[in-house]
């Protein structure tokens, strides 16, 4: 694979699914420019999806996304008005303003179209199709929603590109041995090797206003998790609980009511996720909660010193993200929720382990060790929606990324298992899960009777 940025493993979404919705979305935003003018020719639009995107599609609200990516509306300019009024155009109305420039008719019923089989080439696939007045073909495009709100086209994955050096591309690390050789040689840290790294594409004051906004944009859905009260959307009814327990007293004389604290952020912001809101994509919608959550609790713990390290603090995140990106997988479906909620939490106790000193090793040590203690674990979604056991399983990934990265600090003996050995483990056990454990709803808590 070509090098390039690894920022966008943070990036600002809407929820409850990275691979579900903010996927799906941006591919129908990709199949608009690559309409171009040709939109002038569309009467119809056609959406299929296939695998775990028509298996969990409702609950995940993919039918949804896609309508309003085919409205030409990014993910990041998506407010709730601007959501509701897409929806409504397309299901009260039947009309979709095609890449935000053609009225066209749209009947959901006979445009969405939801299959029980697979695509061959990964288990999240869609295809979309234009048609002109005569039912011609004006464009057909697969796309595959790989994780993290990543798309790519059927060939792009049948051909990846070649790797290719840019002549300018100095630094690179492809697994946890490269990144500690490096900062080894360098004498740096793994934050100033990741900034290093990402400063060959973007400048410096780039990067860190890019760092900033994801930063606000984590406290924000905090806030708006907090503050709204309600019952999620979708048929479990679930209540929002953020609001009260933010009214709770933690007992400072209880050593573990920062558990209260951190389960506090965390369920707040997986709400804001499950409830279709704003969030941040860390690395992905479904384990959104996990980074901010352990995030909030240093601020809270070091105050103003942790805000002066809030960029460092993403850039470590962003390079031990990087390597499950390359060498495994970061997608529900692909490899269960060991790949989602394990590997966000694998960075926020990276993250956290450097916050609190710990050298590149430890840092290292911190991530394999919160990976350690999810392998195995499936997604089974009640219901497809990202709600239960998603929202209490991030305020367990936050609490493991505390715990992991206070372990790697204490130890003092060299550990056995390093973190491109967890990477790999974690890989080849999403691969042998079986397919119901990979967001289908198709087997454990999602086989379970539930009452709304
Ligand atoms: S169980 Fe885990 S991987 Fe599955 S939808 Fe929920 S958070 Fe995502």
Same mark, same amino acid.
């Given at each position: 694979m070509a090098e390039s940025s690894n920022? +966008? %493993?943070f990036k600002i979404g809407v929820g409850p699914s990275s691979s579900h919705t903010v996927g799906p979305m941006l591919a129908c935003n990709l199949f608009c420019n690559a309409l171009g003018e040709n939109v002038s020719k569309v009467e119809r639009i056609k959406i299929e999806l296939y695998g775990s995107l028509s298996l969990t599609g409702k609950g995940h609200l993919t039918d949804m996304a896609c309508i309003i990516g085919l409205n030409g509306i990014r993910a990041k300019d998506l407010s709730a008005s601007l959501k509701d009024e897409t929806i409504s155009l397309a299901m009260q109305n039947h009309k979709i303003n095609l890449a935000g420039r053609k009225e066209i008719d749209f009947s959901y019923e006979r445009d969405v179209i939801f299959y029980q089989d697979f695509l061959p080439l990964h288990e999240n696939g869609m295809k979309v199709s234009a048609y002109d007045c #005569? &039912? &011609?073909?004006v464009l057909e495009q697969v796309y595959y929603s790989v994780g993290g709100g990543f798309v790519a086209t059927e060939e792009a994955l049948k051909n990846p590109p070649k790797q290719e050096q840019h002549k300018d591309i100095k630094i690179s690390f492809s697994n946890a041995k490269e990144l500690l050789a490096l900062c080894e040689k360098h004498k740096k840290t793994i934050a100033q090797i990741s900034m290093e790294y990402e400063e060959q594409f973007n400048s410096k004051e780039y990067i860190q206003k890019y760092c900033s906004e994801i930063w606000e944009a984590m406290q924000d859905s905090y806030r708006n998790g907090c503050s709204t009260e309600g019952i999620l959307p979708g048929p479990l009814k679930l209540k929002r609980r953020a609001p009260e327990l933010l009214k709770s007293d933690f007992d400072p004389k209880d050593p573990l009511s920062f558990v209260d604290q951190v389960s506090l952020y965390a369920i707040a912001i997986a709400e804001e996720n499950g409830a279709g809101g704003r969030v941040v994509t860390a690395p992905t919608n479904g384990a959104c909660a996990v980074v901010p959550a352990v995030m909030l609790y240093l601020q809270a713990l070091y105050g103003s010193e942790f805000d002066c390290k809030v960029v460092d603090f993403l850039l470590v995140a962003i390079a031990i993200g990087s390597l499950y990106k390359k #060498?495994? +997988? %970061? +997608?529900g479906a692909e490899a269960g929720c060991q790949a989602e909620i394990g590997s966000a939490s694998s960075m926020a106790a990276a993250a956290a382990a450097y916050i609190m000193g710990g050298d590149a090793y430890q840092i290292c040590s911190a991530a394999e060790i919160a990976m350690e203690h999810h392998l195995g674990l499936t997604c089974d979604p009640v219901a497809g929606l990202v709600q239960i056991p998603c929202i209490e399983r991030n305020a367990f990934g936050a609490i493991k990324a505390i715990s992991a990265a206070r372990i790697a600090i204490s130890r003092k003996s060299q550990p056995k298992v390093g973190l491109d050995e967890v990477i790999k483990t974690m890989y080849q056990t999403g691969k042998d899960m079986d397919h119901r454990y990979k967001e289908t709803s198709l087997g454990g808590l999602a086989s379970l009777e539930w009452e709304a």
């Open positions: 920022l +966008s %493993i #005569n &039912g &011609g073909v #060498n495994a +997988s %970061i +997608s």
